[in-house]
Protein backbone atom coordinates (compact mmCIF):
# COMPACT_ATOMS: atom_id res chain seq x y z
CA UNK A 1 0.00 0.00 0.00
CA UNK A 2 1.43 3.68 -1.15
CA UNK A 3 1.96 6.50 1.17
CA UNK A 4 -0.80 8.32 2.78
CA UNK A 5 1.29 11.70 2.70
CA UNK A 6 4.06 12.13 0.85
CA UNK A 7 6.10 15.28 1.44
CA UNK A 8 8.60 15.96 -0.79
CA UNK A 9 10.86 19.34 -0.70
CA UNK A 10 7.90 21.65 0.73
CA UNK A 11 8.89 25.29 1.54
CA UNK A 12 6.68 28.28 2.92
CA UNK A 13 7.09 31.95 3.40
CA UNK A 14 4.93 34.30 5.13
CA UNK A 15 7.20 37.28 3.80
CA UNK A 16 10.49 37.20 4.46
CA UNK A 17 9.82 34.61 7.23
CA UNK A 18 10.63 31.05 6.11
CA UNK A 19 7.56 29.02 8.17
CA UNK A 20 8.53 25.89 6.58
CA UNK A 21 12.17 24.83 4.60
CA UNK A 22 12.60 22.29 2.28
CA UNK A 23 10.83 19.62 4.63
CA UNK A 24 10.28 16.23 3.65
CA UNK A 25 9.03 12.83 4.98
CA UNK A 26 6.26 10.31 4.65
CA UNK A 27 3.15 8.85 6.62
CA UNK A 28 2.66 5.77 6.43
CA UNK A 29 -0.72 4.00 6.48
CA UNK A 30 -1.80 2.45 9.80
CA UNK A 31 0.80 4.65 11.71
CA UNK A 32 0.41 7.22 14.26
CA UNK A 33 3.12 10.15 13.89
CA UNK A 34 3.48 12.26 15.91
CA UNK A 35 4.64 15.90 14.69
CA UNK A 36 6.48 17.84 17.85
CA UNK A 37 8.06 20.68 18.13
CA UNK A 38 7.99 24.21 20.00
CA UNK A 39 5.51 26.69 19.51
CA UNK A 40 6.20 28.58 15.92
CA UNK A 41 8.10 25.53 14.41
CA UNK A 42 6.23 24.73 11.90
CA UNK A 43 3.87 22.03 13.02
CA UNK A 44 0.53 24.05 12.13
CA UNK A 45 2.10 25.08 8.59
CA UNK A 46 2.50 21.45 8.26
CA UNK A 47 -0.65 20.27 8.73
CA UNK A 48 -2.42 23.08 7.19
CA UNK A 49 -0.64 22.26 3.70
CA UNK A 50 -1.46 18.53 4.37
CA UNK A 51 -4.94 19.91 4.33
CA UNK A 52 -5.10 22.07 1.37
CA UNK A 53 -5.92 25.07 3.61
CA UNK A 54 -2.63 26.99 2.37
CA UNK A 55 -0.80 27.33 -0.29
CA UNK A 56 2.98 26.18 -0.48
CA UNK A 57 6.28 25.48 -2.54
CA UNK A 58 6.93 22.25 -3.55
CA UNK A 59 5.83 18.58 -4.25
CA UNK A 60 2.77 16.85 -1.84
CA UNK A 61 0.80 14.25 -2.59
CA UNK A 62 -2.39 13.19 0.10
CA UNK A 63 -3.72 9.97 -0.61
CA UNK A 64 -2.61 10.50 -4.17
CA UNK A 65 -3.81 13.87 -4.56
CA UNK A 66 -2.19 17.20 -4.79
CA UNK A 67 -3.97 19.12 -1.38
CA UNK A 68 -4.03 22.52 -3.54
CA UNK A 69 -6.49 21.15 -5.97
CA UNK A 70 -9.51 20.98 -4.17
CA UNK A 71 -9.34 20.75 -0.37
CA UNK A 72 -12.98 19.22 -0.43
CA UNK A 73 -11.62 16.50 -2.35
CA UNK A 74 -9.33 15.38 0.21
CA UNK A 75 -11.39 16.01 2.89
CA UNK A 76 -13.51 13.10 1.73
CA UNK A 77 -10.94 10.84 3.23
CA UNK A 78 -9.15 13.25 5.77
CA UNK A 79 -10.22 14.95 8.78
CA UNK A 80 -9.26 17.12 11.20
CA UNK A 81 -9.75 18.48 14.47
CA UNK A 82 -7.54 22.10 14.81
CA UNK A 83 -7.11 23.18 18.43
CA UNK A 84 -10.29 23.07 20.58
CA UNK A 85 -13.12 25.11 20.44
CA UNK A 86 -13.65 25.91 16.97
CA UNK A 87 -17.21 24.71 16.46
CA UNK A 88 -19.49 27.08 16.04
CA UNK A 89 -21.08 28.15 19.26
CA UNK A 90 -24.90 28.63 17.64
CA UNK A 91 -24.42 24.90 16.50
CA UNK A 92 -26.80 22.58 18.23
CA UNK A 93 -25.68 19.45 18.99
CA UNK A 94 -28.23 17.46 16.74
CA UNK A 95 -27.59 19.98 13.95
CA UNK A 96 -24.12 19.19 13.96
CA UNK A 97 -24.72 15.92 13.55
CA UNK A 98 -27.44 16.36 10.64
CA UNK A 99 -25.07 18.66 8.61
CA UNK A 100 -21.88 16.50 8.79
CA UNK A 101 -24.60 13.53 7.73
CA UNK A 102 -25.66 15.73 5.09
CA UNK A 103 -21.93 16.94 3.57
CA UNK A 104 -20.19 13.67 4.51
CA UNK A 105 -20.78 10.21 2.65
CA UNK A 106 -18.45 8.31 5.31
CA UNK A 107 -20.37 10.14 8.32
CA UNK A 108 -21.77 7.45 10.38
CA UNK A 109 -24.56 8.88 12.66
CA UNK A 110 -24.98 5.57 15.32
CA UNK A 111 -21.32 5.45 15.91
CA UNK A 112 -21.87 8.96 16.89
CA UNK A 113 -24.62 8.78 18.75
CA UNK A 114 -23.07 5.77 20.79
CA UNK A 115 -20.19 8.23 21.41
CA UNK A 116 -22.53 10.65 22.75
CA UNK A 117 -24.12 8.54 24.93
CA UNK A 118 -20.91 7.75 26.87
CA UNK A 119 -20.61 11.55 27.56
CA UNK A 120 -22.95 14.41 29.46
CA UNK A 121 -23.59 15.81 26.24
CA UNK A 122 -26.98 16.44 25.19
CA UNK A 123 -28.57 16.36 21.60
CA UNK A 124 -30.45 19.25 22.12
CA UNK A 125 -27.45 21.00 23.55
CA UNK A 126 -25.82 24.47 21.77
CA UNK A 127 -22.11 24.54 21.61
CA UNK A 128 -21.95 27.63 23.64
CA UNK A 129 -23.71 25.89 26.54
CA UNK A 130 -20.85 23.06 26.69
CA UNK A 131 -17.68 23.48 28.94
CA UNK A 132 -14.57 23.61 26.49
CA UNK A 133 -13.23 20.09 27.63
CA UNK A 134 -16.90 18.78 26.61
CA UNK A 135 -16.79 20.48 23.07
CA UNK A 136 -13.65 19.01 22.40
CA UNK A 137 -15.56 15.64 23.29
CA UNK A 138 -18.04 16.30 20.96
CA UNK A 139 -15.87 17.36 18.16
CA UNK A 140 -13.96 14.00 18.89
CA UNK A 141 -17.52 12.27 18.69
CA UNK A 142 -17.92 13.89 15.14
CA UNK A 143 -14.72 13.45 14.23
CA UNK A 144 -14.78 9.85 15.25
CA UNK A 145 -18.02 8.92 13.16
CA UNK A 146 -16.48 9.72 9.79
CA UNK A 147 -14.59 7.04 8.46
CA UNK A 148 -11.60 8.46 6.63
CA UNK A 149 -7.89 7.44 5.74
CA UNK A 150 -5.91 10.27 7.57
CA UNK A 151 -6.90 11.57 10.88
CA UNK A 152 -5.06 15.55 11.64
CA UNK A 153 -5.46 16.41 14.74
CA UNK A 154 -3.39 19.95 15.77
CA UNK A 155 -2.83 20.23 19.37
CA UNK A 156 -6.37 18.73 20.22
CA UNK A 157 -5.98 18.70 23.83
CA UNK A 158 -4.30 22.28 24.05
CA UNK A 159 -5.76 24.40 27.76
CA UNK A 160 -7.56 20.98 29.04
CA UNK A 161 -7.49 19.88 32.15
CA UNK A 162 -5.46 16.74 32.75
CA UNK A 163 -8.78 14.14 32.97
CA UNK A 164 -9.70 14.91 29.61
CA UNK A 165 -6.80 15.02 28.03
CA UNK A 166 -5.70 11.50 29.45
CA UNK A 167 -9.77 10.57 28.53
CA UNK A 168 -9.17 12.05 24.66
CA UNK A 169 -5.99 9.61 24.02
CA UNK A 170 -7.51 6.74 25.34
CA UNK A 171 -10.48 7.33 23.68
CA UNK A 172 -8.82 7.96 20.10
CA UNK A 173 -6.31 4.58 20.87
CA UNK A 174 -9.04 2.47 21.97
CA UNK A 175 -12.05 3.84 20.15
CA UNK A 176 -10.78 4.81 16.86
CA UNK A 177 -7.65 3.37 15.69
CA UNK A 178 -7.89 0.36 13.53
CA UNK A 179 -4.53 -0.02 12.35
CA UNK A 180 -5.74 1.02 9.12
CA UNK A 181 -6.47 4.86 9.55
CA UNK A 182 -3.29 7.06 9.97
CA UNK A 183 -3.48 9.91 12.71
CA UNK A 184 -1.12 12.74 12.91
CA UNK A 185 -0.83 14.48 16.43
CA UNK A 186 1.11 17.76 16.89
CA UNK A 187 1.87 18.55 20.16
CA UNK A 188 4.22 19.98 22.30
CA UNK A 189 3.18 17.89 25.60
CA UNK A 190 5.50 15.04 24.50
CA UNK A 191 4.85 13.18 27.30
CA UNK A 192 0.56 12.70 26.60
CA UNK A 193 1.10 11.40 23.25
CA UNK A 194 4.28 9.59 23.55
CA UNK A 195 2.46 5.47 24.17
CA UNK A 196 0.95 6.23 21.45
CA UNK A 197 3.07 6.92 18.53
CA UNK A 198 4.36 4.54 16.55
CA UNK A 199 6.46 7.62 14.73
CA UNK A 200 8.27 10.60 15.65
CA UNK A 201 9.03 13.81 13.54
CA UNK A 202 10.45 16.51 15.21
CA UNK A 203 10.26 20.07 13.50
CA UNK A 204 12.38 23.08 14.85
CA UNK A 205 12.54 26.29 12.74
CA UNK A 206 10.70 24.95 9.88
CA UNK A 207 13.18 21.92 9.67
CA UNK A 208 12.24 18.55 10.13
CA UNK A 209 15.70 17.32 12.76
CA UNK A 210 14.03 13.92 13.35
CA UNK A 211 12.26 11.34 11.43
CA UNK A 212 12.42 8.27 13.11
CA UNK A 213 9.86 5.09 14.09
CA UNK A 214 9.90 4.09 17.38
CA UNK A 215 10.94 1.09 17.55
CA UNK A 216 14.09 2.51 15.98
CA UNK A 217 14.65 5.07 18.44
CA UNK A 218 16.26 2.44 20.62
CA UNK A 219 18.99 1.14 17.50
CA UNK A 220 19.59 5.03 17.21
CA UNK A 221 19.66 6.95 20.11
CA UNK A 222 20.90 5.61 23.74
CA UNK A 223 20.95 7.55 26.74
CA UNK A 224 23.94 6.51 29.27
CA UNK A 225 23.72 7.58 33.12
CA UNK A 226 27.47 8.31 32.88
CA UNK A 227 29.84 6.14 35.70
CA UNK A 228 32.05 9.58 36.99
CA UNK A 229 35.54 7.98 36.11
CA UNK A 230 34.12 7.94 32.43
CA UNK A 231 33.29 11.10 31.97
CA UNK A 232 36.22 12.05 29.57
CA UNK A 233 35.88 8.94 27.32
CA UNK A 234 31.78 9.40 27.05
CA UNK A 235 32.91 13.24 26.18
CA UNK A 236 34.84 12.20 23.42
CA UNK A 237 31.72 10.72 21.65
CA UNK A 238 30.07 13.81 21.21
CA UNK A 239 26.66 13.38 22.98
CA UNK A 240 23.66 15.51 21.58
CA UNK A 241 22.96 15.94 25.21
CA UNK A 242 23.81 16.15 28.49
CA UNK A 243 22.22 16.74 31.68
CA UNK A 244 22.74 16.28 35.20
CA UNK A 245 20.48 13.30 37.15
CA UNK A 246 20.55 12.67 40.67
CA UNK A 247 24.23 13.50 41.03
CA UNK A 248 25.74 11.96 37.88
CA UNK A 249 25.53 12.85 34.12
CA UNK A 250 23.22 11.81 31.54
CA UNK A 251 24.28 12.02 28.41
CA UNK A 252 22.29 10.56 24.74
CA UNK A 253 24.27 9.28 22.07
CA UNK A 254 23.01 9.32 18.45
CA UNK A 255 24.61 6.61 16.23
CA UNK A 256 27.25 5.05 18.48
CA UNK A 257 27.13 1.08 18.69
CA UNK A 258 25.69 -0.47 22.26
CA UNK A 259 28.87 -2.39 23.19
CA UNK A 260 30.89 0.68 23.21
CA UNK A 261 28.24 2.82 25.08
CA UNK A 262 27.59 -0.44 27.43
CA UNK A 263 31.23 0.54 29.12
CA UNK A 264 30.40 3.78 30.29
CA UNK A 265 27.55 3.13 32.53
CA UNK A 266 24.08 2.16 32.47
CA UNK A 267 22.35 2.13 29.49
CA UNK A 268 18.55 3.08 28.54
CA UNK A 269 16.79 3.61 25.60
CA UNK A 270 15.82 8.24 25.62
CA UNK A 271 12.46 9.54 26.84
CA UNK A 272 10.84 10.97 23.66
CA UNK A 273 11.10 14.19 26.30
CA UNK A 274 14.40 14.11 26.61
CA UNK A 275 15.10 13.06 23.09
CA UNK A 276 12.72 16.03 22.34
CA UNK A 277 15.25 18.97 24.41
CA UNK A 278 18.37 17.51 22.68
CA UNK A 279 17.01 17.34 19.37
CA UNK A 280 15.87 21.21 19.55
CA UNK A 281 19.05 22.80 20.94
CA UNK B 1 -24.85 13.15 -2.75
CA UNK B 2 -26.95 16.65 -3.05
CA UNK B 3 -25.31 19.32 -0.08
CA UNK B 4 -27.30 21.98 -1.22
CA UNK B 5 -30.53 21.51 1.21
CA UNK B 6 -28.62 20.97 4.10
CA UNK B 7 -25.87 24.01 3.53
CA UNK B 8 -29.13 26.15 3.57
CA UNK B 9 -30.24 24.67 6.64
CA UNK B 10 -26.82 25.26 8.41
CA UNK B 11 -27.46 29.23 7.11
CA UNK B 12 -31.22 29.43 8.98
CA UNK B 13 -29.42 27.81 12.27
CA UNK B 14 -26.77 30.24 12.04
CA UNK B 15 -29.82 33.35 11.01
CA UNK B 16 -32.74 32.12 12.30
CA UNK B 17 -33.55 35.40 14.02
CA UNK B 18 -33.21 37.41 11.35
CA UNK B 19 -34.66 35.02 8.81
CA UNK B 20 -37.28 33.51 10.74
CA UNK B 21 -38.33 35.61 13.64
CA UNK B 22 -37.98 38.85 12.81
CA UNK B 23 -40.43 38.65 10.06
CA UNK B 24 -42.76 36.74 11.69
CA UNK B 25 -42.82 39.58 14.90
CA UNK B 26 -43.34 42.20 11.92
CA UNK B 27 -46.05 40.40 10.73
CA UNK B 28 -47.22 39.79 13.52
CA UNK B 29 -46.85 43.40 14.54
CA UNK B 30 -48.64 45.12 11.39
CA UNK B 31 -51.37 42.16 11.60
CA UNK B 32 -52.56 43.33 15.22
CA UNK B 33 -52.48 47.29 14.37
CA UNK B 34 -54.60 46.11 11.54
CA UNK B 35 -57.26 44.55 13.24
CA UNK B 36 -57.18 46.83 16.07
CA UNK B 37 -58.41 49.48 13.80
CA UNK B 38 -60.64 47.24 12.61
CA UNK B 39 -62.35 46.98 15.93
CA UNK B 40 -61.96 50.24 16.38
CA UNK B 41 -63.97 51.25 13.48
CA UNK B 42 -66.58 48.78 13.52
CA UNK B 43 -67.46 48.72 16.79
CA UNK B 44 -67.65 51.29 19.65
CA UNK B 45 -65.71 49.03 21.88
CA UNK B 46 -62.53 51.21 21.62
CA UNK B 47 -63.69 54.23 19.76
CA UNK B 48 -62.62 56.26 23.06
CA UNK B 49 -59.37 55.36 22.46
CA UNK B 50 -59.72 56.35 19.01
CA UNK B 51 -60.43 59.65 19.63
CA UNK B 52 -57.66 60.41 22.28
CA UNK B 53 -54.96 58.75 20.16
CA UNK B 54 -56.10 60.70 17.03
CA UNK B 55 -55.70 58.00 14.66
CA UNK B 56 -54.54 58.92 11.74
CA UNK B 57 -57.11 56.58 9.71
CA UNK B 58 -60.00 57.91 11.95
CA UNK B 59 -59.08 61.80 11.19
CA UNK B 60 -59.05 60.17 7.21
CA UNK B 61 -62.27 59.34 8.18
CA UNK B 62 -63.76 61.86 9.99
CA UNK B 63 -62.85 64.21 7.03
CA UNK B 64 -65.09 61.88 4.74
CA UNK B 65 -67.57 61.85 7.07
CA UNK B 66 -67.87 58.66 8.69
CA UNK B 67 -67.63 58.85 12.03
CA UNK B 68 -64.61 56.31 12.92
CA UNK B 69 -65.21 53.80 10.23
CA UNK B 70 -62.39 53.32 8.18
CA UNK B 71 -63.20 49.79 6.65
CA UNK B 72 -66.89 50.89 5.92
CA UNK B 73 -65.24 54.36 3.97
CA UNK B 74 -62.50 52.17 1.89
CA UNK B 75 -65.10 50.00 0.98
CA UNK B 76 -67.56 52.91 -0.06
CA UNK B 77 -64.69 54.37 -2.20
CA UNK B 78 -63.20 51.61 -4.09
CA UNK B 79 -67.29 51.11 -4.99
CA UNK B 80 -67.51 54.28 -6.45
CA UNK B 81 -64.25 54.16 -8.63
CA UNK B 82 -63.58 52.74 -11.88
CA UNK B 83 -62.51 49.02 -12.59
CA UNK B 84 -59.31 50.76 -13.89
CA UNK B 85 -58.80 52.82 -10.62
CA UNK B 86 -59.91 50.54 -8.17
CA UNK B 87 -57.21 47.90 -9.12
CA UNK B 88 -54.53 50.22 -9.52
CA UNK B 89 -55.74 51.61 -5.65
CA UNK B 90 -56.00 48.48 -4.48
CA UNK B 91 -52.28 47.16 -5.52
CA UNK B 92 -51.16 50.27 -3.91
CA UNK B 93 -52.54 49.36 -0.92
CA UNK B 94 -51.53 45.77 -1.40
CA UNK B 95 -47.90 46.90 -1.78
CA UNK B 96 -47.80 48.95 0.80
CA UNK B 97 -48.44 46.43 2.88
CA UNK B 98 -45.45 44.60 2.11
CA UNK B 99 -43.34 47.25 2.34
CA UNK B 100 -41.84 47.32 5.53
CA UNK B 101 -41.10 43.47 5.19
CA UNK B 102 -39.13 44.26 1.94
CA UNK B 103 -37.09 46.78 3.83
CA UNK B 104 -36.29 44.69 6.48
CA UNK B 105 -35.37 42.10 4.39
CA UNK B 106 -33.33 44.27 2.15
CA UNK B 107 -31.04 44.99 5.54
CA UNK B 108 -31.46 41.45 6.78
CA UNK B 109 -29.86 40.10 3.32
CA UNK B 110 -27.39 43.28 3.24
CA UNK B 111 -25.73 42.10 6.71
CA UNK B 112 -25.94 38.64 6.20
CA UNK B 113 -24.47 38.87 2.83
CA UNK B 114 -21.72 41.04 4.65
CA UNK B 115 -20.95 38.75 7.57
CA UNK B 116 -21.46 34.80 6.18
CA UNK B 117 -18.10 34.95 5.22
CA UNK B 118 -16.30 37.31 7.99
CA UNK B 119 -17.87 35.36 11.06
CA UNK B 120 -16.77 32.31 10.66
CA UNK B 121 -13.20 33.41 10.05
CA UNK B 122 -13.42 35.54 13.31
CA UNK B 123 -14.69 32.52 15.79
CA UNK B 124 -12.25 30.49 14.24
CA UNK B 125 -15.21 27.94 12.88
CA UNK B 126 -14.14 28.70 9.47
CA UNK B 127 -11.69 25.60 10.65
CA UNK B 128 -14.25 22.96 11.27
CA UNK B 129 -16.10 24.17 8.17
CA UNK B 130 -13.67 23.62 6.10
CA UNK B 131 -12.44 19.84 7.52
CA UNK B 132 -15.63 18.77 5.53
CA UNK B 133 -15.58 17.88 2.05
CA UNK B 134 -17.56 20.93 0.64
CA UNK B 135 -16.20 22.84 -1.73
CA UNK B 136 -15.80 26.75 -1.44
CA UNK B 137 -17.53 27.43 -4.52
CA UNK B 138 -20.81 25.56 -3.35
CA UNK B 139 -20.53 27.50 0.25
CA UNK B 140 -20.71 30.54 -1.49
CA UNK B 141 -23.57 29.28 -3.78
CA UNK B 142 -25.21 28.39 -0.70
CA UNK B 143 -24.96 31.44 0.82
CA UNK B 144 -25.94 33.38 -2.19
CA UNK B 145 -29.08 31.20 -3.15
CA UNK B 146 -30.06 31.42 0.75
CA UNK B 147 -29.92 35.26 0.16
CA UNK B 148 -31.61 35.82 -3.11
CA UNK B 149 -34.04 33.64 -2.92
CA UNK B 150 -34.96 31.54 0.10
CA UNK B 151 -34.74 34.49 2.62
CA UNK B 152 -37.48 36.83 0.37
CA UNK B 153 -39.55 33.75 0.26
CA UNK B 154 -39.68 33.50 3.59
CA UNK B 155 -40.70 37.05 4.13
CA UNK B 156 -43.04 36.25 0.85
CA UNK B 157 -45.22 34.34 3.55
CA UNK B 158 -45.13 37.10 6.08
CA UNK B 159 -45.99 39.78 3.17
CA UNK B 160 -48.75 37.13 2.24
CA UNK B 161 -50.21 37.04 5.22
CA UNK B 162 -50.76 40.77 5.72
CA UNK B 163 -52.18 41.24 2.57
CA UNK B 164 -54.96 38.05 2.74
CA UNK B 165 -55.82 39.41 6.17
CA UNK B 166 -56.17 42.67 4.82
CA UNK B 167 -58.53 41.13 2.34
CA UNK B 168 -60.22 39.66 5.17
CA UNK B 169 -61.06 42.48 6.63
CA UNK B 170 -62.27 44.54 4.16
CA UNK B 171 -64.60 41.41 3.03
CA UNK B 172 -65.90 41.07 7.17
CA UNK B 173 -66.75 44.83 6.71
CA UNK B 174 -68.75 44.54 3.81
CA UNK B 175 -71.48 42.37 4.98
CA UNK B 176 -74.53 43.34 6.12
CA UNK B 177 -73.59 46.11 3.00
CA UNK B 178 -74.49 46.28 -0.59
CA UNK B 179 -71.03 46.14 -1.63
CA UNK B 180 -70.00 42.67 -2.87
CA UNK B 181 -66.76 41.87 -1.51
CA UNK B 182 -65.63 39.66 -4.66
CA UNK B 183 -66.49 42.54 -6.75
CA UNK B 184 -64.72 45.30 -5.08
CA UNK B 185 -62.09 43.55 -3.25
CA UNK B 186 -60.84 39.99 -4.55
CA UNK B 187 -61.30 40.27 -8.02
CA UNK B 188 -59.34 43.81 -8.66
CA UNK B 189 -56.74 42.62 -5.65
CA UNK B 190 -55.70 39.97 -8.39
CA UNK B 191 -53.55 38.87 -5.27
CA UNK B 192 -51.29 36.35 -7.43
CA UNK B 193 -50.28 38.31 -9.78
CA UNK B 194 -49.25 40.50 -6.54
CA UNK B 195 -46.78 37.81 -5.52
CA UNK B 196 -45.73 36.59 -9.01
CA UNK B 197 -44.78 40.19 -9.61
CA UNK B 198 -42.68 40.13 -6.01
CA UNK B 199 -40.96 36.81 -6.92
CA UNK B 200 -40.57 38.25 -10.56
CA UNK B 201 -38.80 41.71 -9.10
CA UNK B 202 -36.47 39.68 -6.89
CA UNK B 203 -35.11 37.65 -9.32
CA UNK B 204 -34.51 40.70 -11.57
CA UNK B 205 -32.93 42.63 -8.73
CA UNK B 206 -30.46 39.89 -8.02
CA UNK B 207 -29.52 39.72 -11.22
CA UNK B 208 -29.30 43.79 -11.54
CA UNK B 209 -27.54 44.16 -8.64
CA UNK B 210 -24.80 40.91 -8.67
CA UNK B 211 -22.65 43.47 -8.32
CA UNK B 212 -23.50 45.00 -5.12
CA UNK B 213 -24.32 41.14 -3.60
CA UNK B 214 -21.01 40.12 -5.12
CA UNK B 215 -18.64 42.81 -3.24
CA UNK B 216 -20.55 42.52 0.11
CA UNK B 217 -19.31 38.57 -0.24
CA UNK B 218 -15.90 39.36 -0.88
CA UNK B 219 -15.38 42.15 1.44
CA UNK B 220 -17.28 39.72 3.82
CA UNK B 221 -14.06 36.98 2.58
CA UNK B 222 -11.45 39.36 2.83
CA UNK B 223 -11.95 42.22 5.41
CA UNK B 224 -9.75 41.18 8.23
CA UNK B 225 -11.81 43.91 10.61
CA UNK B 226 -14.56 46.26 9.84
CA UNK B 227 -16.15 44.70 6.93
CA UNK B 228 -18.89 47.41 6.76
CA UNK B 229 -16.44 50.39 6.69
CA UNK B 230 -14.55 48.33 3.90
CA UNK B 231 -17.53 47.59 2.02
CA UNK B 232 -19.22 51.10 2.25
CA UNK B 233 -15.75 53.35 1.93
CA UNK B 234 -14.17 51.77 -0.95
CA UNK B 235 -17.33 52.83 -2.96
CA UNK B 236 -17.30 56.11 -1.81
CA UNK B 237 -13.63 56.45 -2.04
CA UNK B 238 -13.43 55.58 -5.86
CA UNK B 239 -16.65 57.52 -6.18
CA UNK B 240 -14.95 60.67 -4.61
CA UNK B 241 -11.88 60.32 -6.76
CA UNK B 242 -13.91 59.96 -10.02
CA UNK B 243 -15.29 62.96 -9.50
CA UNK B 244 -12.27 64.68 -8.70
CA UNK B 245 -10.03 63.27 -11.13
CA UNK B 246 -12.46 62.97 -13.84
CA UNK B 247 -15.05 65.69 -12.92
CA UNK B 248 -17.74 62.60 -14.00
CA UNK B 249 -19.20 60.30 -11.95
CA UNK B 250 -20.20 57.23 -14.68
CA UNK B 251 -18.80 54.69 -12.26
CA UNK B 252 -20.39 56.19 -9.03
CA UNK B 253 -23.65 56.16 -10.96
CA UNK B 254 -23.42 52.80 -11.96
CA UNK B 255 -22.58 51.48 -8.52
CA UNK B 256 -25.62 53.45 -7.19
CA UNK B 257 -27.73 51.98 -9.63
CA UNK B 258 -27.11 48.57 -9.24
CA UNK B 259 -27.15 48.94 -5.72
CA UNK B 260 -30.37 50.18 -5.58
CA UNK B 261 -32.06 50.95 -8.91
CA UNK B 262 -33.91 54.25 -8.46
CA UNK B 263 -34.50 54.65 -12.05
CA UNK B 264 -36.54 51.26 -11.91
CA UNK B 265 -38.19 51.74 -8.26
CA UNK B 266 -39.22 55.53 -9.19
CA UNK B 267 -41.51 54.44 -12.34
CA UNK B 268 -44.62 54.95 -11.96
CA UNK B 269 -46.20 52.96 -14.39
CA UNK B 270 -43.67 49.56 -15.15
CA UNK B 271 -44.91 47.99 -17.69
CA UNK B 272 -43.64 44.41 -18.89
CA UNK B 273 -41.86 46.07 -22.24
CA UNK B 274 -39.55 48.03 -19.67
CA UNK B 275 -38.52 44.95 -18.09
CA UNK B 276 -37.67 43.18 -20.98
CA UNK B 277 -35.74 46.46 -22.12
CA UNK B 278 -33.30 46.06 -18.82
CA UNK B 279 -32.86 42.47 -19.01
CA UNK B 280 -31.56 42.64 -22.45
CA UNK B 281 -29.54 45.72 -22.43
CA UNK B 282 -25.71 46.27 -21.58
CA UNK B 283 -26.37 47.52 -18.46
CA UNK B 284 -27.60 44.33 -17.25
CA UNK B 285 -24.75 42.72 -18.83
CA UNK B 286 -22.25 44.79 -17.52
CA UNK B 287 -23.99 43.72 -13.86
CA UNK B 288 -23.71 40.16 -14.72
CA UNK B 289 -19.92 39.94 -15.95
CA UNK B 290 -19.10 42.74 -12.90
CA UNK B 291 -21.17 40.59 -10.45
CA UNK B 292 -19.94 37.30 -11.29
CA UNK B 293 -16.48 38.18 -11.31
CA UNK B 294 -16.59 39.61 -7.63
CA UNK B 295 -18.32 36.05 -6.84
CA UNK B 296 -15.63 34.54 -7.81
CA UNK B 297 -13.03 36.71 -6.26
CA UNK B 298 -15.02 35.72 -3.14
CA UNK B 299 -14.62 32.24 -3.62
CA UNK B 300 -10.87 32.39 -4.68
CA UNK B 301 -10.62 34.10 -1.34
CA UNK B 302 -12.56 31.79 0.81
CA UNK B 303 -9.88 29.09 -0.79
CA UNK B 304 -7.38 31.44 0.66
CA UNK B 305 -8.76 32.61 4.04
CA UNK B 306 -7.88 31.38 7.80
CA UNK B 307 -9.10 32.48 10.87
CA UNK B 308 -8.00 35.96 12.09
Aim: with cysteine.
Amino acid sequence: MSNVVEVRGVSKHFGDFPALRDVSFEIAPGSIVGLIGPNGAGKTTTLKSILGLTDFDGEMHVLGQDPRHGRHKVMERVCFIADVGVLPRWLKVSDAMDYIAGVHPRFNPDRFEAMLSETKISKKHKVKELSKGMVTQLHLALVMAIEVDLLVLDEPTLGLDILYRKAFYEKLLNDYFDHETSIVISTHQVEEIEPLLTHLLFINSGSIVLDCAMDEISDVYSEVLVAPDQLDRAEALNPIHRRDMLGQKAMIFENIPREELNRLGELHVPSVADLFVAKMQ
Amino acid sequence: MNKLPILIKREFWENRNTFVVVPMLTTGFFLLMMLFVFTASTTDFISMTIDLDEDEQHQLAQEAGYSDDVVAYVLEELDNMSELRREEHLNKGLQAMSAPLVMILWFVIFFYLLSCLYDDRRDRSILFWKSLPVSDGLTIASKLLTALLVVPLVYLVGIAVLQLSGLVLLTFGSFGTEISAWETVWAPANIFSNWFRYLAAVIFYSFWALPFFGWLLAISSFAKSVPLVWAMGLPFALTIAERIFTSQSTIGNWMGNHTIPIRFLSREHFSLSDLQYMIFSLEMLSAIVVGGGLVFLAIWLRGRADEI
